[in-house]
C-alpha cells in the first residue's frame, strides 16, 4: 500500500469513528430526556410499581421527591420506608381530610392546591431525577386541579426529570400528554373472596 | 337502677366485650395468612411493582427474600438499593447465563434448579415475611422448573409469609394457586416511538 493511500485509510477511518460520536452524541441529545409515566387502571400495583421506580432511582443514585395526594391512600409501610432516606427522598404527604363532592368543595381545592405548590417546588428542582405524583389522577378526576395547570408544569420541568403519575381514571388528556401508559388490571382478588388487607402487602 | 341490675349490666357489657374479642381472634386465625400474589402480563410494572412491595414491608420491619430468575431481567438499581440493607433483604440473584431454548437445555435446567434450592431455602424460613420470585414465570414457561414441585414447595410455606411472583406468561396453575394477580397492560410505551431506554426508569 502507498503512502498515501495508507494516510487516506487512516483519514477515512478516523472520520468514520469521528461520524460515529457525533451521530451518537445527536441520539443521545434526541433520546435522553425525562419521560413522563402514568400508571393507571383498577388493578393493584399502580402506587407499588411507582415505589419500586423510586428504590431504582435511588440505586443509580438519583434524588426522589415523592407528592402523596390522597393521605392514607398509599401505604404507611413505603412512607415509612423511604423517609429514612431525607437526603435522597424529598417526601410530601398532602391532601389530608379531603370532604370530597359531598361537602366543602372550596376546602378540598385549597387543599389539592397547596399539594401542587408542593408538586410544583419539586418539578423545578433540577437536583430532584424523579418526582412521583402518587393519586394525582384522583385529585384531577375530581376537578380539584386544572389538567391544564398540572400538564404546563410538568412540560416545563427540567430535561432530565422523569414523573410518575399515579391514580385510576386517568384523563384523556394525561394519557396524551405521557410517554408510557400502564393500566394495571384485576384478574383476581383475595379480598373479593373475603380475605381481609394485609400488612406488608396492602398498606 | 338496683345494686343487680348493675351487676348484670355490667356483666353483660364484659361479656360482650369478650365475646367481641374471640370474634375478633376467630376472624385473625381465619383471615391472617400469607397472600401469593402474581404480577403477570406484557405492560411495565410486574417487577417494579413488587419491588414497591419490598419497600411497603420494610417499612414495617418484614424480613425479604428476593431470588431473580433471570439475571439481567431485571433492574441493576433495584438490586444495588436493596443490598444496602444485608440484614433486612437477603438478595439472591441467578441464572446467569441461560442459553434458552436453542442451547443447551440440561445446563438451564441445572441452573433454574440451584435458583430454585435458593427459593426453597426462603419459603421455610420463618423469620422472612415476603418472598419475591422475580421473572419465576419465565422460568416456568420454558420448562426449566416444574410447576408442581414449585407450588407444593410455595404452598407449605410459613403460614403468614408472602409470595409474589412476577413474570409475564403466568402458566394457568400458578393463576389458579394465587390470591391475587395483576395483570400489567401496555397502553403506550415511548420505546415504540424511538425513545431509548432511561437509566432510573427502565433499567
Known amino acids: 500500500m502507498s503512502e498515501s493511500t495508507d494516510r487516506d485509510a487512516r483519514h477515512k477511518a478516523r472520520m468514520q469513528r469521528k461520524k460515529a460520536l457525533i451521530d451518537e452524541k445527536i441520539a443521545q441529545a434526541q433520546d435522553e430526556y425525562g419521560l413522563l409515566l402514568v400508571h393507571s387502571g383498577n388493578g393493584k400495583g399502580k ?10 432511582a435511588l440505586g443509580h443514585g438519583i434524588k ?39 361537602q366543602d368543595r372550596q376546602r378540598d381545592i385549597a387543599k389539592a392546591q397547596q399539594a401542587w405548590a408542593v408538586a410544583q417546588r419539586l418539578l423545578s428542582d433540577e437536583s430532584v431525577g424523579l418526582v412521583l405524583l402518587d ?35 386517568a384523563l384523556p388528556g394525561m394519557i ?28
Open 47 to 56: 402506587s407499588s410499581s411507582a415505589f419500586g421506580m423510586v428504590a431504582r
Open 64 to 102: 426522589v421527591g415523592v407528592v402523596q395526594f390522597i393521605k392514607g391512600a398509599a401505604s404507611t409501610g413505603e412512607e415509612t420506608f423511604f423517609r429514612r432516606f431525607p437526603e435522597e427522598v424529598s417526601y410530601h404527604v398532602m391532601g389530608e381530610g379531603f370532604t370530597w363532592e359531598t
Open 135 to 169: 393519586e394525582l389522577n384522583i385529585a384531577l378526576k375530581h376537578g380539584y386541579l386544572e389538567l391544564d395547570t398540572v400538564l404546563a408544569d410538568i412540560e416545563a420541568r427540567p430535561l432530565l426529570q422523569h414523573v410518575v403519575v399515579t391514580g385510576r381514571g
Open 176 to 203: 396524551e400528554a405521557a410517554d408510557t401508559v400502564t393500566d394495571m388490571s384485576l384478574v383476581k382478588h383475595a379480598f373479593k373472596s373475603g380475605v381481609k388487607a394485609q400488612k406488608g402487602i396492602e398498606f
